[in-house]
């Protein structure tokens, strides 16, 4: 089963946006427009009569920011009622002008010899069984010097749900329920909905509960180095990202620039990226993990591929942490102790910092094309 047939088998939307009026609209424009020009560093008011093609867009309400902008917009949409209702919206806003044409097709079926200066795929990349290939051809479509944006379930950035369905999946295999049952959702409730309310979410608990907890699409995490690596072999190269992290080039004067280097600046930002480990995992900027870096990446590593075996249905025996020297650590090891059967019951509400932090599993990367152009 893709995520599009799960979503329309479960009649739920994810993510839904209030576009019904023009006060909503407005209000989710902001959010688009802090995301693509404050994070991801792209300026709107350049993309004037530039050509952008997004993947999978459903009723096309994040693209609203590029019409407002006289961007040419191309879409590929595979459900026809989304084509449709998506048609309606940009005509009931007189922005239909912007939107050249409408392919309903999937990504699989859909190919054109039209380059473009912005190709976008959020929500769905990595859930697909050949990602790699498929972001491969995405890439096909993006002109030199033109950017590509995607977001993905981090690899790392999931530790806390990745474990958290992990409970709810155990407490549901001891009381004999179906993960997908209203007595699931239901535990779920009792074990997560405290939490949940405290955050700033758009969507209700139950689409919570079908997208993250419940969901099999939900352990199709992304490693940010696999990404880099793929898009480097492509001749892509890390231009931004969100959450926003890197500070390499900050604080250093733009002439100190050694123009005959050819070394991967992938890598280099790969680097940077493994120094912010412990934000990535806990959401959390404060937070360092003591004890040694590398060690501490390999266990994480390491526990990420058992849970993720886990909640696919491999028999899995946990290995714990070996750091005691923090909290989190220990109170990570007490929940690998009941998913390996040695404590018959959890009390989750007692392990209050694992549920004060709340990881930063979706990310938003955009990468360039290698300039030709100066």
Known sequence: MRLINYYIKK????VPIKTNNKLNLLKHVKLRKNLIQNHLKIPLNLLKDKDILEFGPNRGENSFIYALNKANLFFVEPVPYSAKQLKAKYKHYNLNKFVKKIDNKSLEKFNTKQKFDLVIAEGFLNTLDERDQYLTKILKFVKDSGLVILNYDDYFGSLIELIKSAILKKYCIKRKIRLDSEA??????????????KLKNTRPFKAYWLDQLSCE?????WKFEKLLDLAYRKNFYFYSS?????VSENKIWYKNINLKSKNNSNKKIFNEWKKNLAYFVTGNEKIKFPGNQKI????FDFLIKQIINFLKNKK?????LKNKKSLFFNEI???LSFLNDKSKNLNYKKLKT???????????LCLKKNEKNF
């Open 296 to 299: 501490i990446f390999q266990e």
């Open 333 to 335: 090891n007490s929940i």
């Open 217 to 221: 699409f939900a352990e199709d995490v």
């Open 184 to 197: 699931s959702l239901k535990l779920s409730k009792q074990l997560y909905y405290q939490d949940f309310r």
């Open 11 to 14: 009649k739920f939307n994810p």
């Open 242 to 246: 969100s959450p926003m992290w890197s």
């Open 316 to 320: 899995t025996t946990f290995k714990k």
């Open 354 to 364: 694992f549920r004060s932090y709340t990881g930063t599993n979706l990310h938003y």
